[in-house]
């Protein structure tokens, strides 16, 4: 079985550039996530999607983030401008049903803003 | 809101010493659930066990084992016999209500052993 994919796997732009990663979850998995990963810290939740709705997105910070689920597979997660501060790996994960599941954890993409 | 603490942000072990990493954790919800991940050097995490708010039975797989007490909000993992392929990141983590929304993770704890 394919795990969570992925890209880019690396990133690096400038400030007030905008960026865009790729996640594809799981074949069959209902629920998607995006965390942020700052260096030496826990994953914080952006945003959870179970099939193509969201179910939490409180921290998302909606002024520059944003992401979709495509048809409830896919997703792209988006920032708009870059600030240093998202300087951090950004990491999908997926759960068969919803949150009470296991996640699964993609590799990850690290985003350096300069 | 939830909320889960892991107080020990280092540990370093000689290998096949035992090991136990904390996690205490805060919730308003009845039904929870609660998570171990391991995040090793090359940065994957991986999943290790789930534990639902109404199973406190302990549980044992392998070297690893699973202390879940209600009544210190406490889910403690303890390594027995400790090896250098133990060394990572671990979080605990939790996810509140009875679809598992409000996920949360700890700060982690790195687990260095020794050889």
Not at chain 2, 44 to 50: H, K, N, T
Request: with cysteine; hydrophobic share 35%.
């Amino acid at each position: 079985e394919a795990g969570v994919a992925q890209s880019p796997r690396y990133k690096i732009i400038e400030k007030r550039q905008s960026v865009a990663f790729w996640c594809n979850p799981i074949s069959g998995h209902a629920t998607l996530y995006w965390y942020q990963q700052i260096l030496g810290q826990g994953p914080k939740l952006l945003i959870q999607f179970q099939n193509n709705g969201v179910v939490d997105d409180s921290q998302l910070p909606k002024d520059r983030f944003s992401a979709e689920r495509l048809k409830g597979v896919d997703s792209t997660l988006k920032i708009q401008p870059a600030k240093l501060e998202d300087s951090a790996v950004y990491l999908c994960a997926s759960s068969l049903f919803d949150g009470s599941y296991e996640q699964y954890f993609g590799p990850g993409t690290r985003l350096t803003v300069t | 809101a939830q909320k889960v603490t892991q107080a020990q942000t280092e540990i370093s072990v000689v290998e096949k010493e035992d090991v136990t990493l904390d996690c205490v954790y805060e919730t308003r919800d009845t039904t929870y659930y609660l998570f171990w991940y391991k995040q090793p050097p090359s940065g994957e995490l991986v999943f290790l066990i789930r534990r639902n708010s109404f199973d406190e039975q302990n549980e044992i797989s392998g070297r690893y084992s699973w202390n879940f007490q209600k009544s210190t909000s406490s889910f403690n993992f303890t390594i027995t016999a400790s090896q250098v392929v133990d060394s990572a990141v671990y979080f605990c983590a939790l996810s509140g209500g009875r679809t598992g929304n409000q996920f949360y993770f700890g700060t982690g704890t790195s687990l260095t052993v020794i050889p």
